[in-house]
């Protein structure tokens, strides 16, 4: 018997409209100047208000210690909770954390202690009280924060601000995992940042506020936003963390929507200008630079809408965004990391969002080259199955075997569709029909949009 299965992406070719989009390249030079520097000061908040999210660490529970303690509390649960995390790049950077019950075992973690000094003991650090709340019977929220610790820049040690949420599923027991039976398999224990370095920055004749933020929560302000190798998403997707750049544009005083939203980059793109932003590990400044720079121009051409892309490098990720409009792209070797598109079709406005998968091609921008950069249509359909054997996934299914369907689709450059909408609604989830070897047909179904 077959399932349905989520709907991961869908295309427009797949309701008769093409989108291939074509981009030329052509190659142009400036000059740089000196740079200036500019002191930040950091800001106590919770970035969520800013309408930015961030990754922070993901944290594994253990019933153990994985550094060596000389002195640890009293705790109140005969199941103490450790997690490790990990804060600059000096050669001790693990940081202990153990989560306790101050009501007793099974009463839920609501105490919170920190290595502040990364000590290795606990005598000399507050206990941190948190708020604990049920979801249901067997699921429960812990929030701690904003938690300080101290870390070690080489040139100087400062204050990092942290918060901590932990999620427990059925408390009554701890399902634990590993060779030594140590590693808590039903909660999940998740670090992120509660601020960012701020202050004003000049960039060309024009001055805006801007804002640093540790977007993967390991206390480094300075790492550029880019694909990680070791990390993938559904459909070979590409993942990239690093650090961001908030800068006020509008000068309103907020920092709102994407377009103040940047990856930290080698370069950056700021009034239409290019510049070189240098931060330290520590965040506490800013050094801004017109570099020299060789340029390639991306066209996009006439009738294809407005169209918002990102382009990888080991530089990090550059964000480009208009409608009919050429773009200036400093020469590197890129890969598409993601495009939104945005159409109109007999009056009617479709948007498609896609992002860059591990089988998109990388392509090399050489001063005189011109490139053309292809994705969109022709679309790919891919539909993959599997059954669970055990609880485990296996992909040779025998008569009477339960299958669960995938749909995804693809474009040219190799990108994963994930969103598609005609105007304000997506469209209606496609069908199947599954039939035998004699063409007879012996299932049906509705994918559903995940």
């Known amino acids: 018997m077959f399932r349905r299965f989520s709907l991961f992406s869908l295309t427009p070719s797949a309701y008769g409209l093409s989108i291939g989009i074509e981009l030329f390249v052509v190659f142009i030079l400036t000059i740089s100047v000196g740079a200036d520097e500019y002191e930040l000061q950091y800001k106590i908040l919770d970035l969520r208000q800013e309408g930015v999210f961030t990754m922070g660490q993901y944290l594994r529970p253990s019933t153990q210690s994985e550094e060596k303690l000389s002195a640890e509390p009293q705790y109140r649960s005969k ?33 919170l202690y920190v290595d502040r000094n990364n000590d290795e003991k606990f005598t000399d650090d507050p206990k941190i009280v948190g708020n604990i709340r049920q979801q249901g019977r067997d699921f429960t929220v812990g929030n701690f924060g904003p938690v300080e610790v101290m870390v070690d820049y080489g040139d100087r040690t400062v204050p990092y601000y ?18 030594d039976g140590r590693y ?18 000049q960039f060309g004749e024009s001055q805006h506020q801007i804002a640093v933020i540790d977007f993967n929560g390991n206390g480094l302000f300075n790492e550029y936003f880019k694909p990680q190798s070791d990390m993938r998403n559904p459909e070979e997707r590409l993942y990239a963390i690093g650090d961001q750049i908030l800068i006020d544009l509008n000068g309103d005083g907020r920092f709102t929507g994407n377009k103040e939203l940047y990856p930290y980059a080698k370069y950056l793109q700021v009034n239409g200008n290019w510049y070189s932003l240098a931060i330290p590990a520590h965040g506490g400044k800013v050094e801004v630079q017109t570099p020299d720079l060789k340029f390639g121009t991306i066209k996009i051409p006439d009738g294809m809408g407005s169209c918002s892309f990102q382009l990888a490098s080991s530089n990090g990720i550059l964000n480009f965004e208009g409608t009919g409009q050429e773009f200036q792209v400093p020469a590197d070797t890129y890969q598409l990391y993601s495009h939104i598109t945005q159409v109109k079709d007999s009056s009617v406005n479709w948007r498609y969002d896609a992002i860059g998968t591990v089988s998109g091609k990388q392509f090399q921008i050489a001063e005189g080259d011109i490139f053309i950069l292809r994705f969109g249509a022709p679309i790919r359909v891919n539909v993959s199955y599997y059954y669970s054997l055990g609880g485990q996934i296996a992909h040779k299914p025998k008569a009477g075997d339960t299958i669960e369907l995938s749909l995804t689709l693809s474009g040219q450059g190799g990108e994963a569709y994930t969103n598609i909408q005609r105007g304000q609604d997506r469209p209606p989830a496609p069908t199947f029909v599954v039939v035998d070897e004699a063409g007879k047909n012996v299932a049906q179904g509705t994918f559903e949009y995940g």
């Not at 950077?93 to 019950?101: A, F, G, Q, R």
């Not at 808590?184 to 920055?201: D, H, P, Q």
């Open 79 to 111: 199941t103490p909770v450790y997690v490790t995390a990990t804060f600059g790049s000096d050669a001790d950077s693990k940081y202990t954390i153990v989560l306790d019950e101050s009501k007793g075992t099974g009463r839920g973690y609501d105490v």
């Open 184 to 201: 808590i398999e039903n909660m999940n224990v998740r670090l992120e940042t509660s601020g960012y370095y701020t202050g004003v920055v």
């Open 162 to 179: 942290f918060s901590v949420e932990h999620n427990l599923y059925s408390q009554q027991r701890m399902q634990l995992s590993g060779q």
